[in-house]
């Protein structure tokens, strides 16, 4: 015998929902004007919104793609990484978020530093890639700065560095801290040797990169709109007890007060990094540099800009 009886069908499975035909991630919406942008288009136009000019943010690779002619570039030290000096923990180790960063970008750090051809000169630029624990600096980055300036000193080409950081790595204390002064000694060195170098700043640039390279440029440019700064808005309003003004620590507010020399449209960054490079003396080098006489064996110019490969410092 049963005690309970179902009267009532079960109940019945939802149908199937149909599969949606459009695959994911193939729109992206502005969030300056919540316009539906369609990936192709938003890649074609550099990742600007078309109809309100939003620069979205973009990697270190597709930084170095859009700058360098034919998107063509030897990147150099590659394979640095961290030790993790300070067996630094927070709500997790920071080796194992050097670890998952790692795998998340393909990079062993938040710095790619590449040499190529930006409209026929040859030229040094690192770029700085946010999605590794936001484009922080620690010693890796400052090391490798440090050494792309030494190659542009040793090609004799002009340095642009594109900043995106959300500072110095707190994982790293005051060794992190110490890259500020090695890079402004270094690009101290590159102005002594009359070698030009332009900053750009993108969004966000702030901390102690704003302290220290980011605002030492021959050139300092930002892209539209892009937050620069120390401190955070925020500590600032509680620090100085005041209302902050509008558009505060935005390019356009900076330019404005002085702070940056130009704000210029990601789509014509390019063009104007080479025409202020060929201003100030960047010139085109034909290669082969020597021409070889006749019946001389043909040998290959050497190249200061190829990459040896050789560590200089552990
Ligand atoms: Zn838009």
Redesign the pocket.
């Given at each position: 015998m049963v005690w309970f009886k179902k009267t009532s069908k079960p109940i019945a499975a939802p149908a199937k929902v149909k599969a949606s035909r459009v695959p994911e991630g193939l729109w992206s919406k502005?969030?300056?004007?919540?316009?539906l942008?369609y990936h192709k288009d938003l890649t074609a136009n550099l990742s600007v919104?078309?109809?309100?000019?939003?620069h979205f943010r973009i990697g270190a690779a597709d930084r170095l793609r859009m700058l360098f002619d034919d998107g063509v570039w030897v990147e150099h030290d590659r394979d640095l990484v961290s030790t993790d000096p300070l067996q630094f923990t927070d709500t997790k180790p920071y080796k194992a978020r050097l670890t998952s960063s790692i795998a998340a970008t393909g990079l062993k750090d938040a710095l790619i530093v590449g040499s190529g051809r930006v409209d026929g000169s040859p030229t040094v630029i690192a770029a700085m890639e946010y999605a590794f624990i936001g484009g922080s600096m620690g010693v890796v980055v400052g090391e490798k700065i440090a050494r792309a300036i030494e190659r542009a000193i040793d090609a004799r080409c002009p340095l642009a560095i594109v900043c995106c950081s959300g500072g110095a790595r707190m994982m790293e204390g005051a060794l992190s801290l110490m890259q500020m002064a090695k890079i402004c000694a270094a690009l101290a060195r590159l102005d002594r040797e009359r070698l030009p170098f332009i900053s750009v700043l993108t969004d966000p640039t702030t901390g102690g990169v704003t302290a220290s390279f980011a605002m030492l440029g021959d050139l300092n440019i930002a892209e539209p709109k892009a937050l620069i700064g120390f401190a955070g808005p925020r500590v600032i309003e509680q620090t100085i007890r005041q209302k902050l003004p509008e558009g505060f620590q935005r390019s356009e507010f900076l330019l404005e007060k002085g702070m940056i020399d130009l704000v210029v449209d990601r789509r014509e960054m390019k063009a104007t990094i080479a025409s202020a490079f060929r201003f100030m003396g960047a010139r085109p080098r034909l290669q082969p540099r020597s021409v070889p006489t006749a019946g001389a064996e043909l040998v290959p110019a050497p190249d200061p800009l190829r990459d040896e490969g050789a560590p200089r410092l552990p």
């Open positions: 502005c969030p300056g004007c919540s316009q942008i919104c078309p109809k309100c000019a939003h």
